[in-house]
């Protein structure tokens, strides 16, 4: 089971490894970066997490189910749109 301090540092870690991926070129090692992201999904939040998070604080979350409606909205739309055009 996950505690709130590991999923908090979960989060954490995982901005860090992405911020260290996007401006850092030496750390072209697919076998380290694969096992640091294997460390860090083991906390990570999960969907369900998110929901009750988005429930406690909706100004500062937003449900996944939410956010995926919204983002299957507008994946139709343009293709909709592409279609007419």
């Not at 850092?24 to 640091?36: A, V, W």
């Amino acid at each position: 089971m996950t505690t709130p301090a590991e999923r908090t540092n979960a989060v954490i870690e995982t901005r860090r490894f992405l911020q260290m991926l996007a401006y850092d070129d030496n750390h072209t090692d697919p076998d380290k970066i694969r096992e640091c992201a294997i460390r860090l999904l083991r906390h990570y939040p999960l969907d369900i997490d998110l929901s009750v998070s988005a429930s406690a604080l909706p100004k500062v979350w937003t449900a996944p189910e939410q956010l995926l409606s919204s983002y299957r909205m507008a994946y139709i739309e343009r293709h909709n749109t592409a279609l007419k055009a």
